[in-house]
């Protein structure tokens, strides 16, 4: 079982972000589940949700505690060292909106940078990260095929709305690279 756990603030598609992997793992043949962290969230508090994908039938439906990997969304949330390797395992992979030429020590991990701020700016027109972050996940980890993200993007986006996601999550999925 791949466990995930996603970190950034209210409103910035964390949320989101666990429900279209989900939503693509099952298309690519898996099963998934989505748990979102509610609570007294607004609008750029810290949020949480988790995303299990296996081979089998997954019963567990409690937040992940011990995740294979760590997707950090918020820039601003990748100082909070402690906050983001808590219970990461050993080997564990983390995944930052962050420009790959600024260096982090995150000792101990597999640590993957993408420029979600850029890449949003340029394709969106506006700072949402989610989706190149997805991209990002899925080029640095190869846990399913991009085809099946598109295709769950496409349930959730028409238009040039969709075509600018899907930009945004293949310029993710090319962009990322290994700190």
């Known amino acids: 079982m791949i466990e995930i756990r996603w970190h950034g603030r209210g409103g910035q598609g964390v949320v989101t972000s666990s429900q279209l992997l989900t939503k693509a793992a099952i298309y690519a043949g898996k099963y998934a589940i989505?748990?979102?962290?509610f609570?007294?969230?607004?609008?750029?508090?810290p949020v949480r949700a988790f995303t299990r994908i296996d081979d089998e039938d997954i019963e567990i439906r409690y937040n992940v505690r011990n995740?294979?990997?760590v997707v950090v969304i918020d820039p601003g949330l990748v100082e909070m060292k402690e906050f983001i390797t808590e219970g990461l395992k050993e080997d564990g992979v983390i995944i930052i909106n962050r420009p790959v030429d600024m260096p982090i020590?995150?000792?101990?991990y597999k640590?993957?940078?993408?420029d979600a701020y850029r890449i949003s700016i340029d394709e969106l027109g506006r700072?949402?990260?989610?989706?190149?972050m997805i991209g990002a996940l899925l080029g640095a980890t190869k846990i399913i095929?991009?085809?099946?993200l598109i295709k769950a993007l496409e349930e959730r986006f028409s238009g040039s709305v969709l075509e600018k996601n899907i930009r945004a999550i293949r310029r993710g999925y090319e962009e990322v690279r290994l700190v």
């Open 34 to 37: 989505h748990i979102p962290e």
């Open 39 to 45: 609570g007294p969230e607004r609008r750029g508090a």
């Open 145 to 148: 095929p991009l085809e099946y």
């Open 111 to 114: 640590v993957y940078s993408v």
């Open 105 to 108: 020590s995150l000792d101990g």
């Open 67 to 69: 995740p294979d990997i």
């Open 127 to 132: 700072p949402i990260y989610n989706t190149s």
